[in-house]
């Protein structure tokens, strides 16, 4: 069989894989926004049916030889096929231990798994949550023991190597250590400042209906395309890309917390944007899924959010429709005020989703660090809401007031560990990247003068387009010529939030 005749056969196993993996997406959109709390074990039956076959075309003799010849023979292939043959080669190898019951029964944990978490969330009760949590535990240092890759002395390494190839478990501990020693003493300086910003208004409340326009006139600002995108409301925002036409994304009104819906539409505009401009390759050559990486797609969303959705020029450029559409509510609040407001640090917020640009990868670290005691088999599962409690003391100084706000506010632990620390490389990633921007645009105006499309046809050459081809690391690197480092994002806090507070 020629090179190409296995490209073209590999290429068929793929579409079909891809087929299932679409119909699975569809069922999960739906358990997560509009099926009935009975309905939910159907579609999670459904999906984990759906992933079994998947499963076992990935496991197929074919589809093994084929992605294992073609590895052997990578060099002599298009760069998108080289890059394709290495991303499905990793994973065949991570996964080749992985055995049909194995996979099935993982699956169905973690499918349970959600409306477990759901209910104990909603009654408040970690103890709903604790022995489905130490199942999940159990299962995933199965899944890691008994793969050919395995690092005993780090099993996280190996965990993450799922997520970012490359960062190992030590790159993550120093990443960690130094922003715990670049933030949380400036966050003690912002427990002491005299001044505070204006805040009083983010509580008042406004209507859904009208926060409904504003999230559509934020999406349509900042480039997002209603053609090929929609949105609808969930208990736990996120983003789905489907194909290359069709990108959803999901948010959370309350009534008396516009500034929530606001900047999760910001957020996850920023995960539909990198997915409606990636170039055609990505898609014709199968790379949609395997080759965007949670820290690349953190750095695009948290960059939209943050850098440019908290800075007081984009502030500025959207202020005439925020007053015209809240003027009843917020008609005593300049700009200025809601600038400070939408970077007004509440020093008793528990929640991750809800936090400021200053205390958020802090709450990453906590998870990190908890992540890393169950993979060890030292956590005590029955009192792990304590531990989560004493964390948040001692390194956030706030008191946690229940499971429904503390260990059990993310959904995310109810599909395994490993994901979490993406979020703050993300964070640290997009204050490497924009520093080149600024230099490329004149950055401040172009935002105040809102030139979105300038931005983004910014981030699809330099950001977009080479993120399918490369690992975390050379990406970065290739975008602006640094090695990846916290220095910058500590740097960027600092100096935002020393003015911000006037330390």
């Known amino acids: 069989m020629s090179q190409q005749e296995k490209v073209e056969e590999l290429n068929g196993i793929l579409s079909e894989i891809e087929q299932k993996s679409h119909t699975a997406k569809i069922l999960n959109y739906d358990m997560e926004t509009a099926c009935p709390e009975g309905g939910r074990q159907d579609d999670g039956t459904d999906i984990t049916?759906?992933?079994?076959?998947?499963?076992?075309?990935?496991?197929?003799?074919?589809?093994?030889?084929?992605?294992?010849e073609l590895y052997e023979e990578k060099d002599s292939l298009s760069l998108y096929e080289k890059r394709l043959v290495t991303?499905?080669?990793?994973?065949?190898?991570?996964e080749e231990c992985l055995d049909s019951k194995t996979e099935q029964e993982r699956d169905q944990l973690f499918n349970d798994a959600y409306g477990i978490w759901l209910k104990a969330k909603k009654d408040n009760s970690y103890q709903e949550f604790a022995p489905t949590l130490e199942k999940i535990a159990r299962m995933q240092k199965h899944l890691l023991e008994i793969r050919?890759?395995?690092?005993?002395?780090?099993?996280y390494t190996t965990l993450f190597s799922d997520y970012e190839y490359g960062f190992t478990e030590e790159d993550l501990d120093k990443f960690f250590e130094e922003l715990q020693e670049g933030i949380v003493p400036l966050?003690?300086?912002?427990?002491?400042?005299?001044?505070?910003?204006?805040?009083?208004?983010?509580?008042?409340?406004?209507?859904?209906?009208?926060?409904?326009?504003?999230?559509?006139?934020?999406l349509e600002h900042n480039g997002f395309d209603f053609e090929r995108g929609s949105v609808s409301t969930t208990e736990h925002p996120f983003t789905e890309q489907f194909g290359e036409n069709d990108v959803r994304i999901t948010t959370k009104y309350l009534e008396n917390a516009f500034i929530s819906n606001m900047f999760t539409v910001i957020h996850e505009g920023g995960h539909a944007l990198f997915g409606q401009n990636l170039t055609k390759e990505t898609f014709t050559y199968h790379l949609g899924d395997s080759s965007l990486t949670m820290a690349k797609h953190e750095s695009v969303s948290r960059f939209y959010e943050n850098v440019i959705g908290k800075s007081l020029p984009y502030i500025?450029?959207?202020?005439?429709?925020?007053h015209a559409l809240f003027q009843e509510q917020m008609g005593d609040v300049s700009e200025e005020d809601f600038y400070e407001g939408a970077n007004y640090i509440d020093l008793e917020n528990p929640l991750r989703t809800e936090a400021d640009e200053l205390t958020y990868s802090l709450h990453i670290l906590i998870r990190y660090r908890m992540?890393?005691?169950?993979?060890?088999?030292?956590?005590?599962?029955?009192?792990?809401?304590?531990?989560?409690?004493?964390?948040?003391k001692e390194i956030l100084g706030i008191d946690v007031k229940d499971s429904r706000t503390g260990i059990l506010q993310d959904v995310h632990w109810a599909s395994?560990?490993?994901?979490?620390?993406?979020?703050?490389l993300g964070n640290a990633l997009n204050c490497i990247y924009v520093k080149k921007l600024a230099k490329d645009l004149p950055l401040e105006k172009t935002l105040k003068e809102g030139n979105m499309t300038a931005i983004l046809d910014w981030m699809k050459k330099n950001v977009f387009a080479p993120a399918p081809l490369m690992d975390t690391k050379e990406w970065i690197k290739s975008i602006t010529g640094e090695e990846f480092s916290a220095k910058p994002y500590i740097d960027y806090l600092t100096k935002k939030y020393t003015a911000l507070y006037r330390l």
């Open 371 to 392: 992540e890393k005691e169950m993979l060890s088999g030292k956590a005590d599962f029955q009192n792990l809401d304590k531990e989560w409690n004493r964390l948040y």
């Open 87 to 94: 991303l499905l080669h990793r994973k065949q190898e991570s």
């Open 148 to 155: 050919k890759d395995y690092d005993k002395e780090h099993p």
């Open 316 to 322: 500025s450029s959207i202020y005439p429709k925020f």
């Open 49 to 68: 049916k759906l992933q079994g076959e998947i499963f076992a075309l990935e496991k197929s003799e074919a589809y093994s030889r084929l992605v294992k």
């Open 187 to 218: 966050l003690n300086k912002v427990r002491k400042a005299s001044y505070i910003p204006r805040h009083d208004f983010l509580n008042r409340k406004v209507p859904i209906c009208r926060q409904s326009k504003f999230t559509t006139y934020l």
């Open 416 to 424: 395994g560990f490993g994901y979490f620390p993406t979020y703050a």
